[in-house]
């Protein structure tokens, strides 16, 4: 996998499973036990830590919103970037949408009305009863800055 890269859901036992992260040449750069939930789906990301790589479970809910609307949540994956402020904007109205989001920290969903926004970096169609989370991580190399990533629920 690559910086960015995403696998789909694999079926796995509830209770405490082992995530091991290995090159391609079999040495092992993390190996941590995780908690799967019955029910329940999680994203695992892979961070980076001052302390070096790190896993983060992110439970992947979805957000009832009301009718009409889609939600969309924010997620500062990046060490590097302090806390951030996320706005939409939408036909020339702009939206603070997320204050100071921290490092690790993922925000509570919000909703607005579904239709094309721009958000943060990137772009979206947030399609009516869409759940959203936007992922905000460093790229490969100190030189590739900030990247974004708009994943539905």
Do not use: H
């Amino acid at each position: 996998m690559d910086n960015g890269d995403l696998t789909s859901y694999v079926q796995a036992a509830s209770g405490f499973q082992t995530v091991t992260v290995s090159g391609t040449n079999g040495y092992i750069y993390i190996q941590k036990m995780i908690t799967i939930r019955a029910g329940s789906a999680s994203t695992v990301a892979i961070i980076n830590t001052s302390t070096g790589l790190d896993l983060m479970e992110i439970s992947d809910l979805s957000c009832n919103g009301p009718s009409g609307t889609a939600c969309i949540r924010a997620c500062n994956l990046s060490p590097d970037l302090g806390p951030f402020d996320v706005a939409l904007e939408n036909r020339g109205n702009s939206y603070r949408t997320f204050t100071n989001v921290r490092f690790q920290e993922v925000t509570p969903f919000s909703s607005f009305a579904s239709g094309w926004y721009a958000i943060a970096a990137a772009s979206a169609a947030l399609k009516t009863g869409g759940s959203y989370t936007l992922y905000m991580f460093n790229g490969p190399s100190s030189t590739d800055g900030l990247r974004t990533l708009i994943l539905s629920n």
